[in-house]
């Protein structure tokens, strides 16, 4: 029998982040990480392996990055767990022992039962499977007419990308804006306008009945009657949670299809963590059960998990995720941190909002200046900060990732007004004018007002 300190059970971001954080955590431990597949895909870069990248192989984890920090790694499918006894075993009939075990399975893409005709030939879904995603981008090359249901993010970033490759691509999503879960209906809007701009076209409030086809797909039927030729299509209509060996090794599930864990990220099962997309989340300000599954989340998860494998510290929790979201359709960039207004109004929270659109340069004559907004959502009575979303150039995602740090630390609008920031006209928006600043002033007035 083969035996470890720490075994890892999956080696996309949240099972690596673990291994890496656990064993400098605790560098006497012995970490060993299992894993089904031969290399890893970079699961954020996936969408751009199609039209920026033209190759699996520039989106690839490098197995250096545990073998280089002292961790073990096996490929290999870990199919049963006896946690009573601390025992795993392989598909290849090996047996481990473990003192800690950290669930890291990850997430598989959501195919409807009721959707008739998701097995034809043609048919993808955008699996974190290199193997898988090669074959596929070799039939999309002999596809022209492909239409993606789903306009969240991974539909609208596929589309974009496969649209530079000059295929006739539409989007065919039923909320009656694309991106609607993550952002208000100012900034869907401008992301529309952008992409069928570029070419992309774009049906709204639009579900799809069916998707036809002998043994090849012909035509996608929509509920509304209308009937779309097509050469392929891509379905990105979400993901769930991989909690099948979780389940069936008895290990806590709730409601929504995830593993249970508390804010040390540990199961109710005595030395067992879960951390990634098969992993609880709770939303940061409404507490309830959500389902947001991102790369940056599971990291975070990962690192509690490894710091607190042996010993519990009361100031590296998982307090809840805030859901920092971003894209980029060309040269705009958008991004949405916490809640939106509408989602704010519909939990019953008593919010204003405050708005500005600013540059990302100063003076605005340099080349290359973007437009950039900035939107706050903010509690009327005591100021904190809820949400925000921006929309601007190469500057957004970092000024989203600062929008999530003021929720997480539960700022006010008076901590923005007051906050010391550095600026440079290459790099920021004016000193005068900074967005988020501006946008806390808007904010500040209302509440003022009120």
Same mark, same amino acid.
């Given at each position: 029998?083969?035996?470890?300190?720490?075994?890892?059970?999956?080696?996309?971001?949240?099972?690596?982040?673990?291994a890496?954080?656990?064993?400098?955590?605790?560098?006497?431990?012995?970490?060993?990480?299992?894993?089904?597949?031969?290399?890893?895909?970079?699961?954020?870069?996936?969408?751009?392996?199609?039209?920026s990248?033209?190759?699996?192989?520039?989106?690839?984890?490098?197995?250096?990055?545990?073998?280089?920090?002292?961790?073990?790694?096996?490929?290999?499918?870990?199919v049963?767990?006896?946690?009573?006894?601390?025992?795993?075993?392989?598909?290849?009939?090996?047996e481990?022992?473990?003192?800690?075990?950290?669930?890291?399975?990850?997430?598989?893409?959501?195919?409807?039962?009721?959707?008739?005709?998701a097995?034809?030939?043609?048919?993808?879904?955008?699996?974190?499977?290199?193997?898988?995603?090669d074959?596929?981008?070799?039939?999309?090359?002999?596809?022209?007419?492909?239409?993606?249901?789903g306009?969240?993010?991974i539909g609208?970033?596929?589309s974009?990308?496969?649209?530079?490759?000059?295929?006739d691509?539409?989007?065919?999503?039923?909320?009656?804006?694309?991106?609607?879960?993550?952002?208000?209906?100012e900034i869907?809007?401008?992301?529309?306008?952008?992409?069928?701009?570029?070419?992309?076209?774009?049906?709204?409030?639009?579900?799809v009945?069916?998707?036809?086809?002998?043994?090849?797909?012909t035509?996608?039927?929509?509920?509304?009657?209308?009937?779309?030729?097509?050469?392929?299509v891509?379905?990105?209509?979400g993901?769930?949670?991989?909690?099948?060996l979780?389940?069936k090794?008895?290990?806590?599930?709730?409601?929504?299809?995830?593993?249970?864990?508390d804010?040390?990220?540990?199961?109710?099962?005595?030395?067992?963590?879960?951390?990634?997309?098969?992993?609880?989340?709770?939303?940061?300000?409404?507490?309830?059960?959500?389902?947001?599954?991102?790369?940056?989340?599971?990291?975070t998860?990962?690192?509690?998990?490894?710091?607190?494998?042996?010993?519990?510290?009361?100031v590296?929790?998982?307090?809840?995720t805030?859901?920092?979201?971003?894209t980029?359709?060309?040269?705009?960039?958008?991004?949405?941190?916490?809640?939106?207004?509408?989602? @704010?109004?519909?939990?019953g929270?008593?919010i204003?909002?405050?708005?500005?659109?600013?540059?990302?340069?100063?003076?605005?004559?340099?080349?290359?200046?973007h437009?950039?907004?900035v939107?706050?959502?903010?509690a009327?009575?005591s100021g904190?900060?809820?949400?925000?979303?921006?929309?601007?150039?190469?500057?957004?995602?970092?000024?989203?990732?600062?929008?999530?740090?003021?929720?997480?630390n539960?700022?006010?609008?008076?901590?923005?007004?007051?906050?010391?920031?550095?600026?440079h006209?290459?790099?920021t928006?004016?000193?005068? @004018?900074?967005p988020?600043?501006k946008? @806390?002033?808007?904010?500040?007035?209302?509440?003022?007002?009120?």
């Amino acid at each position: 029998m083969e035996k470890t300190d720490v075994l890892v059970i999956g080696g996309s971001a949240a099972g690596i982040v673990a291994a890496v954080t656990g064993k400098s955590s605790y560098p006497d431990k012995d970490f060993l990480v299992i894993r089904k597949e031969k290399q890893v895909i970079i699961p954020c870069g996936i969408p751009y392996i199609f039209g920026s990248l033209r190759s699996s192989d520039k989106d690839v984890i490098p197995d250096g990055v545990l073998t280089n920090a002292g961790i073990r790694l096996k490929i290999d499918e870990v199919v049963s767990i006896d946690h009573k006894n601390k025992v795993c075993k392989t598909a290849d009939n090996t047996e481990i022992s473990f003192e800690k075990l950290v669930l890291a399975t990850g997430s598989t893409p959501e195919v409807p039962k009721w959707l008739k005709g998701a097995d034809l030939e043609n048919v993808f879904t955008i699996r974190k499977d290199k193997e898988y995603l090669d074959e596929v981008m070799a039939k999309l090359n002999r596809c022209k007419k492909i239409v993606t249901i789903g306009g969240g993010f991974i539909g609208v970033e596929m589309s974009d990308e496969l649209n530079k490759l000059n295929k006739d691509l539409t989007i065919v999503e039923i909320l009656p804006h694309i991106l609607g879960l993550v952002f208000d209906e100012e900034i869907t809007v401008k992301a529309e306008e952008i992409l069928k701009s570029r070419g992309v076209k774009i049906k709204v409030g639009a579900g799809v009945k069916e998707i036809l086809g002998d043994k090849k797909v012909t035509n996608v039927l929509l509920n509304n009657g209308e009937k779309l030729k097509v050469d392929a299509v891509i379905m990105s209509m979400g993901y769930r949670p991989n909690t099948e060996l979780a389940k069936k090794s008895e290990i806590k599930i709730n409601e929504m299809g995830f593993v249970k864990v508390d804010e040390y990220m540990r199961t109710d099962t005595p030395d067992v963590f879960a951390v990634g997309d098969c992993a609880e989340k709770r939303d940061f300000s409404t507490r309830k059960l959500s389902g947001v599954m991102l790369a940056s989340t599971s990291c975070t998860e990962a690192r509690i998990a490894g710091m607190n494998l042996y010993k519990l510290c009361t100031v590296k929790t998982f307090s809840g995720t805030i859901a920092v979201f971003f894209t980029a359709i060309g040269k705009t960039g958008f991004g949405a941190a916490g809640l939106t207004e509408t989602i @704010a109004r519909k939990e019953g929270f008593d919010i204003i909002t405050g708005i500005f659109e600013g540059i990302d340069k100063h003076p605005g004559t340099l080349s290359n200046t973007h437009k950039q907004v900035v939107k706050l959502i903010v509690a009327r009575e005591s100021g904190v900060i809820l949400g925000g979303e921006v929309m601007g150039g190469s500057s957004t995602g970092e000024i989203v990732n600062l929008i999530g740090l003021i929720i997480q630390n539960k700022m006010s609008v008076n901590s923005i007004l007051t906050a010391q920031i550095g600026t440079h006209p290459l790099l920021t928006a004016p000193p005068t @004018a900074y967005p988020c600043i501006k946008a @806390a002033e808007v904010a500040a007035k209302k509440i003022k007002s009120a």
